[in-house]
Nanobody, 118 residues
Framework: VQLQAFGGGLVHSGGFLRLSCVAS????????IDWYCQANGKQREFVAS??????KYAHFVKGRFVASADNAKNTGYLQMNSLKPEDTAVYYC??????????????WGKGTQVTVSS
């Protein structure tokens, strides 16, 4: 299984971006997609997750970010609205994937840089 996250870039404060996390390989079902961010010099922290249609958000993105998924495309999305300079970070997706046979496993994708200018 491989994960690819993309959609990052440079945006002005107040702008928006949509990140995508695409999984490929031996996949029966994606159980959960989590998004994390890591700013320079800081620890990686939870941003949002979606599991079975239910979503959770970190307090600092609630009301601005929306997590969604398209199971047919094995893709998760993070719609990021009203971006702030403090949202600047590398964003990673983490997924729990069930293979056709065997137990579910967790996978990390490579990050995508989001930079918000003031």
């Amino acid at each position: 299984v491989q994960l690819q996250a993309f959609g990052g870039g440079l945006v002005h404060s107040g702008g928006f971006l949509r990140l995508s996390c695409v999984a490929s390989g031996d996949i029966f079902r994606i159980n959960e997609i989590d998004w994390y961010c890591q700013a320079n010099g800081k620890q990686r922290e939870f941003v949002a997750s979606i599991r079975g249609g239910s979503t959770k958000y970190a307090h600092f993105v609630k009301g601005r970010f929306v997590a969604s998924a398209d199971n047919a495309k094995n893709t998760g999305y993070l719609q990021m609205n009203s971006l702030k300079p403090e949202d600047t970070a590398v964003y990673y997706c983490n997924t729990e994937i069930a293979p056709p046979v065997g137990i579910s496993r967790e996978y990390w994708g490579k990050g995508t840089q989001v930079t918000v200018s003031s």
